[in-house]
């Protein structure tokens, strides 16, 4: 394992990136280094996807399984396409109508992907992030870069540069800090390698506009209980994207009355109608549409997992299609109540 060496940070305008900045990190990419940028949802740490040593970085600085495969970023369809062995008709549409955007293509791989990045998988992830900072630097470098989000692996995503250096300062060479990112939760990943295709990880891009576009036929959905669930994907393990804080889920305000141990604790609730709150709470979170949940969601863990509550208790919003991305990650990063033992 190589020396630990202080990751440097350049601050740089989300929608006017100075391009010093950008040309800079591109170097960093095109010696083999890494680097952490912001995309629309989260923030990636960045290798040149073309480059197994490189890539091989990644998985050491996360600590990452190496079953776990990474997604490959473009600026455009072409480099996409130079990316797949196949891109039907389908793969045009989806780009022309979510990219730039959330929306992860999954397509068989061509030569130019090395096994590390797959997972020795006959297939690649592919995505064209909104951002301009993203955009630009893989331009600049010109290359494809692979890049899964920028923590320790089972930890919390990052959506700010801050989240970024607290988890991997002295692991990476530099974060291109560009502020908090708009979206806030990971990229929708579509398998289309498959017929019908598959959603593998529901996300942004929610699977009613994806089977409009799809021509109505519904793409295959993962399970709704990922807590028993096999990963659907390889990396969509049960439990993943956790706070350190123990972190429970309750169904209803009943269930959490229900348990007076949980005192003292932090509570997260969402939709537009918070149960009363508690004397028992210690600080009461709540995100109140499916989008500012998403935005805040981890943000929102980061700070409680600062402030050191004894607990989290977030009450799950419903079990419908416009909360699914954000149910599929509270399922991964909280344990169901009944798995805590009562005591007071
Ligand atoms: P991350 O970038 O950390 O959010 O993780 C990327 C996720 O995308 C992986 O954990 C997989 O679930 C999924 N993924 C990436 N490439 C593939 C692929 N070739 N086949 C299936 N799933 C993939
Ligand atoms: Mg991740």
Known sequence: ???????????????????????EAARVLNSGGLVAFATETVYGLG?????????????????????????????????ARA????????????????????LTMVLPRSFAIPDVVTAGLPTVGVRCPALLVAR?????????????SANRSNRLS???????????????????????TSVGLESTVLDLSTDPPR?????????????????????????????TDRPSSPGQMPVHYAPRTPAYRVDSAEEYRDRPDLAGWAIIQFGPEPIEPDARTARQICLDS??????????????????????????MPPDRPEWRAVR????????????????S
Not at 93 to 102: D, I, K, M, V, Y
Not at 328 to 343: N, Q, W, Y
């Open 158 to 180: 990052p959506t700010r540069a801050e989240h970024v250096l607290a988890d991997l300062d002295g692991r990476i060479d530099l974060i291109l800090n560009s502020g908090p």
């Open 290 to 315: 499916p989008e500012r949940a998403a935005h805040r969601l981890y943000d929102v863990l980061h700070i409680l997992d600062h402030l050191q509550p004894p607990g989290i208790v977030v009450v």
């Open 83 to 102: 990316c797949v062995s196949e891109w039907p008709a389908i793969a045009d549409q989806l780009a022309a109508q979510f990219w730039p955007g959330p």
């Open 1 to 23: 394992m190589s020396e630990p060496r202080p990751t440097r940070i350049l601050a740089v305008d989300a929608e006017i990136p100075d391009p010093a900045a950008i040309d």
């Open 136 to 148: 630009n630097l893989i331009a600049r470098c010109d290359r494809p870069l692979a890049a899964p």
């Open 199 to 227: 959603l593998l990880r529901p996300g942004p891009i929610d699977a009613e506009r994806l089977s409009e576009a799809l021509g109505g036929h519904a793409p295959i959905l993962p399970s709704t209980d990922s807590s």
């Open 47 to 79: 290798a040149v996807a073309t480059d197994p040593e490189a890539v091989a970085r990644i998985f050491a600085a996360k600590g990452r399984p190496s079953i776990n495969p990474l997604i490959v970023h473009v600026d455009d369809v072409d480099r």
């Open 328 to 343: 599929d990650r509270l399922l991964r990063a909280t344990r169901p109540i009944a798995e805590r033992p009562r005591s």
